[in-house]
């Protein structure tokens, strides 16, 4: 049996459910309008397994499902690699269709083992407002400090890049995560100069600090490293000129301790 086509809505379960009908077993091999690859492999009509981008299972299957456009294949008599689903097609239907308007577009996030993301504060307009997070997505957030990659992540948690990739797509899709813009600053710099700044101005140095964090549009853990020049020229202006060669003195044994540079 070989069928193929075009993605539409709606066209894949109707396929699905085909396959089932007539106890089928083979490999749907799916493309995006983008070029993705994904695959959803069938045994007797009953779906044991699906991958897309390192993600596998069920959350790999509503990503599939909730594609618009591209093109399908299926070829009969080709056994799956392994099986990451478990539960009968009526029921997986049910449970795609409930978690469809949670899926992660994971077509759009090119995210691997060097991807590297940050943190995201919530504005004043998002305070409050609830996210159900897969457990995955919890463990990994706090790990995520613009330095450290994906990849990096996973070994420290003793757990599968798919896992953490996928966790990282949800947090990215909520809006907690960003992908990180070139390499930021260590949070210890950033505390060593808050130090530095206090030592020299007083009780107004944390106000100064944040006012020019916010100027830049930055938040203390997570502040690109091309900011820096901009972030120690704002600090420079609101030293009195007699303090103001201090403060520079003493930054440039800061900055070389770092690794860091005035200008990039």
């Not at 995006?32 to 009953?46: A, K, N, V």
């Not at 995201?120 to 897969?134: C, F, I, T, W």
């Not at 609101?238 to 520079?248: D, G, I, K, N, V």
Request: no cysteine.
């Amino acid at each position: 049996m070989r069928i193929q086509g075009q993605i539409e809505e709606g066209v894949l379960v109707n396929l699905l459910q085909y396959l089932n009908l007539n106890s089928a077993t083979g490999v749907l091999r799916l493309q995006s309008g983008r070029g993705l690859p994904g695959e959803i492999y069938t045994d007797g009509g009953q779906v044991v397994h699906a991958a897309l981008r390192g993600v596998e299972g069920v959350q790999a299957l509503v990503a599939l499902l909730a594609w618009r456009e591209g093109s399908f294949g299926f070829q009969s008599n080709v056994r799956s690699p392994k099986r990451s689903v478990h539960k009968p097609l009526e029921a997986l239907l049910l449970e795609v269709a409930y978690e469809t308007d949670h899926a992660v577009d994971l077509d759009a996030e090119p995210l691997d083992a060097e991807t590297v993301l940050a943190p995201v504060s919530l504005d004043p307009s998002q305070e409050g407002k609830r996210v159900a997070l897969p457990l995955m997505a919890i463990r990994i957030l706090p790990h995520l400090d613009g330095v450290k990659p994906l990849g990096a992540v996973a070994e420290q948690l003793g757990v599968s890049l798919a896992e953490v990739r996928a966790a990282a797509a949800v947090l990215l899709e909520n809006d907690l995560a960003s992908v990180a813009e070139g390499r930021l600053l260590d949070a210890g710099f950033i505390n060593t100069l808050t130090d530095l700044v206090r030592d020299i101005m007083g009780p107004l140095a944390d106000i100064v600090m944040d006012e020019s964090l916010d100027t830049l549009g930055v938040t203390a853990s997570a502040v690109p490293e091309v900011k820096l020049p901009a972030l120690l020229e704002l600090l420079e202006q609101e030293f009195p000129s007699q303090l103001r060669a201090t403060f520079t003195g003493r930054l440039e044994p800061l900055l070389q301790a770092h690794g860091l540079r005035r200008s990039l």
